[in-house]
């Protein structure tokens, strides 16, 4: 996969590398597969139908997955229990990335219409449509229930009220704000895709606190449960580590090539997918070094980590998904999906929801088993 910058970006908490995605037919029949793994894991898949081109996912705390359709202007509701639709939410034009407020509020933002749709997940319904900047696409939720909207052609952060679903203000940051993060102490981090920045915003007063450099190209960021914020720089292949207590730069950590987005693990390893290498690097929060270069499929981008520790990784060009274990850093499994998986979200029940972005649905991918017998080491220890 190319990085170009075209219209879309990556999932949840990410974006920059942007692969063109053609409409496509609905899938229309949901069948059960079996993935065995190449060392000693085993799942099972299910095949959801969706809109077109399905691209961002996420999950809400009662369960229900939402699936934005960016082609079909529409969202998918899935019950992570059953595995089944239970609604199709109208959205605006273009939804591209979702993200759940503490209250179950849904935030879909719509890049094409400048807006963001709010869905209940209690019911299922639109509550409000929300105006906001210009190319509205990447989203974060604060602490406090603020949701931040970065507007990538207005260059500025809408500020939103998940209490009332109404604008609490409008943030200026850098050229092409592509990725939102919020640290545990209510700092909002915005990644400035064409200006080699990070804007530094306080949710408690909507304001800026400051502006940091990054390598080039920054698109993807995450928090680790120490605070460290990690945004990854397409372009230099690296990743700057900031300190959210201090807002400084502690680290620049190399990556592969073309790094695209980021999940960090319960334990605090860091997961970085790089799109043109084909591996994802491991980077320990603890002391900022690589752990493990851990290869994968095609075009690695989507990743999330399920709450078994199990991180999943979609390869956008083999058309598959690399589990890889965060206790080991090594390869669990490689499951077959649909056609150019997209966004990973995981569930609280383990399951986990790839968008599949040319086959119009999504694969849901649960565990099996798992023996005790260890796996072979993979990937190069620096």
Request: a neutral charge; hydrophobic letters at 45%.
């Amino acid at each position: 996969m190319e990085p170009i910058t075209g219209w879309w970006g990556a999932p949840a908490v990410a974006g920059g590398v942007r692969p063109v995605v053609p409409a496509g037919g609905s899938e229309v029949a949901a069948v059960r597969g079996l993935a065995v793994a190449p060392f000693s894991a085993a799942f099972s898949t299910v095949t959801i139908p969706a809109g077109t081109s399905p691209l961002a996912v996420a999950v809400a705390p009662n369960g229900n997955v939402y699936v934005g359709n960016a082609n079909s202007s529409n969202v998918t509701v899935i019950s992570s229990t059953t595995n089944t639709v239970l609604a199709t939410v109208p959205a605006g034009s273009g939804p591209a990335m979702i993200a759940v407020a503490q209250n179950g509020n849904v935030y879909v933002t719509n890049q094409s219409s400048n807006n963001v749709t709010v869905i209940s997940s209690a019911t299922n319904t639109v509550l409000a449509t929300v105006p906001v900047g210009g190319g509205p696409f990447a989203l974060a939720v604060a602490p406090n229930g603020n949701v931040y909207v970065a507007n990538s052609t207005s260059n500025n952060v809408t500020v939103i009220s998940s209490a009332t679903n109404t604008v609490l203000a409008t943030v200026p940051v850098g050229a092409v704000p592509d990725a939102v993060a919020v640290a545990a102490n209510g700092n909002v981090y915005v990644a400035n895709r064409n200006a080699n920045t990070v804007t530094v915003i306080s949710s408690a007063t909507n304001t800026v606190l400051t502006t940091l450099p990054t390598g080039g190209f920054p698109g993807a960021a995450a928090v680790a449960p120490n605070g460290n914020v990690y945004i990854a720089n397409q372009t230099s292949n690296n990743v700057t580590v900031i300190d959210s207590a201090t807002n400084t730069v502690v680290a620049t950590v190399p990556a592969g090539t073309v790094p695209g987005v980021i999940a960090v693990a319960p334990n605090g390893n860091v997961y970085v997918t790089n799109t043109v290498s084909n591996n994802v690097t491991v980077i320990d929060s603890a002391t900022n070094t690589v752990l493990a270069t851990v290869p994968t499929g095609g075009g690695p981008f989507g990743v999330a980590v399920a709450p078994t520790g199990n991180v999943y990784v979609g390869n956008s060009s083999s058309n598959n998904v690399t589990v890889i274990s965060s206790t080991t850093n090594t390869v669990l499994a490689t499951v077959p999906v649909g056609a150019f998986p997209f966004s990973v979200a995981a569930a609280p029940n383990s399951n986990v929801y790839v968008t599949n972005a040319n086959s119009a649905n999504v694969t849901e991918i649960s565990p099996l088993t798992v023996t005790t017998s260890p796996a072979a080491p993979v990937g190069g220890q620096r």
